[in-house]
């Protein structure tokens, strides 16, 4: 078993790495398979099967409601678009679904500020039986993709032995950089190794890929949500380390937008993944998408949060008997984010804590709507939620912004508070995640919109700030599941 891992290490050794200076920020973008899966009847389901029209209008969508100008930039195709191989061996489109060809799409796409994603498989056949890249096909395929000027490049695994898998990742690496065009590495490799060293030698594959699965596909679902994150919790002192620009962990997809995830489970996700400084990838119809889906993946904070320079990826610090857990991750500017996250789902619990205890100090607070320094250290906040019939109010020490809204009876069942700091300005808002009946967001001057559902009864009456001193620790609002996002400007 020793000399196998030695041998694979050094047919890694022999192959020059990736080196091609992308992807300094986690991407983002949107990608075809956990919504439309390998869906290939074009004439039963011709509005949502893997096709050219498919990919056309979903990049309709991200240069035209404001995706692209927010940093969703990849347009990417997941499995079941090949036809085959031509008579030279070079991949081809299926020619029925995609009638003009990968360069015509990526055409499409460079024209509206975009960039195009392809799918391969290191081994056989892609996951789904199509004709995979094997080890002979390599250097072939990396020059197919250049020649039709794609962007990035996710490799899978299956159908492959661990050696092929060695050989030809790194190969793979080497070839793309070899055409000359940029184009991004996205590896499944790790995954089909467990994930874990020995097996996994991440310091290699940093030098190899651009980003990596590392651990099992998403499922639309909350249980998959926890499982992945569960499993990047468990690792983390493993994983933290090797992220950063240029090379990034992937807990794959954003549910975000479909059927399996609740309003304030989709919000949860978003603020997970972005502290995680994940890629994010969505995978919804973006033709259907709501207004509430859309406010949550198109959040310019969690964005700016998520696309921080710096590049360090979070981790949890605290893991409290509650079921309350506490991530932190550091951000530029000397700032931090960090998550206050309840896995409780039986009833409301208060939590309290102090930036003081999470080794936090701060000198200034800046406020969202107006240019007021509001100064204090250390900072306290205090968030009541009485239930009483009464406006929006939030109040803070010699500043009266008045009220937002009129009394209005609200359901909670989620609360995201966004707090920031660092040597220069700081901005704090509050995200109200309601259950189902309303969302209030403050960090976007609180836009409100009202849909169905049903929960405990409860008004927003005042947010209270009170600085000076060393006041009593921060509490959170009783709701069964409660995070708080500390940001950089």
Wanted: negative net charge; glycine residues 6%.
């Amino acid at each position: 078993m020793l000399l196998k891992t030695v041998l694979l290490l050094a047919l890694v050794s022999q192959v020059l790495v990736l080196e091609n200076g992308l992807l300094r920020k986690p991407p983002m973008g949107w990608l075809a398979w956990e919504r439309f899966r390998c869906n290939t009847d074009c004439n039963e389901d011709p509005k949502n099967c893997i096709s050219e029209r498919l990919f056309m209008e979903m990049a309709d969508r991200l240069a035209q409601d404001g995706w692209r100008d927010l940093g969703y930039e990849y347009l990417n195709i997941d499995d079941c678009w090949i036809g085959g191989r031509d008579a030279k061996g070079n991949l081809v489109p299926d020619p029925k679904r995609f009638p003009n060809g990968m360069a015509f799409l990526a055409d499409y796409a460079h024209s509206l500020g975009l960039k195009l994603g392809i799918y391969a498989d290191m081994g056989n056949f892609t996951c789904m039986g199509y004709p995979g890249t094997t080890l002979d096909k390599v250097v072939q395929d990396a020059q197919t993709f250049a020649k039709w000027k794609v962007d990035m490049l996710k490799l899978d695994g299956c159908f492959s032995t661990p050696e092929e898998r060695a050989e030809g990742y790194p190969k793979m690496a080497a070839a793309l950089n070899a055409t000359g065009r940029p184009i991004a590495f996205s590896c499944s490799w790790p995954a089909y190794e467990g994930g874990l060293p020995p097996e996994v030698n991440y310091t290699l594959l940093a030098d190899i890929c651009n980003l990596w699965r590392n651990y099992d596909d998403i499922e639309d679902s909350w249980s998959s949500v926890l499982s992945i994150l569960d499993w990047f919790v468990t690792h983390q002192d493993i994983l933290q380390p090797v992220a950063g620009p240029g090379h990034w962990n992937d807990p794959d997809m954003l549910l975000i937008g479909n059927f399996g995830l609740s309003f304030e489970q989709a919000r949860a996700q978003m603020a997970l993944w972005t502290v995680l400084a994940a890629p994010l990838f969505m995978s919804t119809d973006l033709r259907t998408i709501s207004a509430q889906n859309m406010d949550i993946l198109q959040n310019p904070l969690m964005i700016k949060i998520n696309q921080d320079p710096l590049g360090i990826q979070g981790h949890r610090i605290l893991k409290e008997k509650s079921h309350i857990e506490v991530y932190v991750r550091p951000l530029a500017s000397e700032a931090s984010a960090i998550v206050f996250f309840s896995r409780r789902t039986d009833m409301p619990y208060p939590y309290r804590t102090s930036l003081a205890r999470l080794n936090f100090t701060s000198s200034k607070v800046y406020e969202e709507w107006s240019s007021d320094l509001l100064s204090g250290s250390p900072m306290n906040y205090v968030i009541d939620f009485p239930a009483r019939r009464r406006p929006y109010r939030l109040t803070l020490p010699g500043s009266d912004l008045g009220s937002f809204g009129s009394p209005i009876k609200l359901f909670f069942s989620q609360v995201v508070v966004i707090w920031t700091w660092g040597q220069g300005l700081i901005r704090w808002g509050l995200w109200v995640a309601l259950h189902k009946v309303l969302v209030s967001d403050f960090t976007s001057h609180g836009r409100c919109m009202a849909s169905s559902g049903s929960s405990f009864h409860r008004d927003l009456q005042t947010i209270l700030l009170a600085m000076p001193g060393l006041p009593p620790a921060p509490v959170i609002p009783a709701v069964p599941s409660i995070m708080v996002v500390v940001t950089a400007q």
